[in-house]
């Protein structure tokens, strides 16, 4: 199987999607390869969300930015760095929602694998269907498989999100896929509870989850 590292420099690599004028980038400007926390083992928990933020947020995006750029370059140590990097934006800089969450399901950063169906932000947040899987079946599909987590927890609409469910369902390895409601869905705070809990309880059910990325 390809290694995290080669998969992640293939990613920050290809511009596929960006060969003609339909997309534009945005925010970091290159492919965001999945975040690995320092403490991750094989079997925990992998965090997918559809896409990342479009924003430059004021410049605090900088630090993976050059990470990214020295990876890209050759150095190989730099995907640790930018792995850091986005460990440490994550309690200054992430939407307080998401962070919620977070703590909700007693998922800790530094114990589980960050990522999204499209590694590339765009312009005004556009991600055809045309575009996610494009990126899916290059990347993000590979680097879930590299990683192996024994939990997957699909975080978005269902309208996007059932068909990536289907095709990780279909590649096997025994692992728990959970589909998630987006962060910033409009329910209100009864149904987040009632989504939190039922993902906690799934996640106390996987058969290849330890506990090892559980909050003690």
Known sequence: MTSALA????????????????LTRAGIGMAQPFSVGANYKPGG????????GAAKDGG???ARKHALD?????????LTDYWAALATDAERFWNPKYLAR?????????????GNIALCATANNTYPKWMLR??????????IEALDPGTV???????????????????????QIIRMAHFAHREGHAY?????????????????????????
């Open 102 to 114: 977070l703590r909700r399901l007693e998922l800790m950063v530094d114990r589980i694998v960050v």
């Open 60 to 62: 605090y995006k900088e």
């Open 45 to 52: 928990v992998a965090l997918v969300s559809i896409n990342p």
């Open 192 to 216: 987040e509870n009632v989504e939190c809990e039922r993902v906690r309880m799934l996640l106390a059910r996987s058969p290849r989850y330890k506990g090892s990325n559980l909050q003690c």
């Open 134 to 143: 494009n990126c899916w079946s290059r990347h993000s599909q590979l680097m």
């Open 70 to 78: 020295r990876f890209s370059a050759g150095v190989d140590s730099a």
């Open 153 to 175: 927890i699909l975080m978005g609409g269902s309208t996007v999100m059932h068909e990536f469910e289907l095709a990780l369902a279909a590649t096997g390895g025994g692992r």
């Open 7 to 22: 998969l992640a420099r293939a990613a920050v690599a290809c511009s596929s999607c960006f060969t003609t004028e339909r």
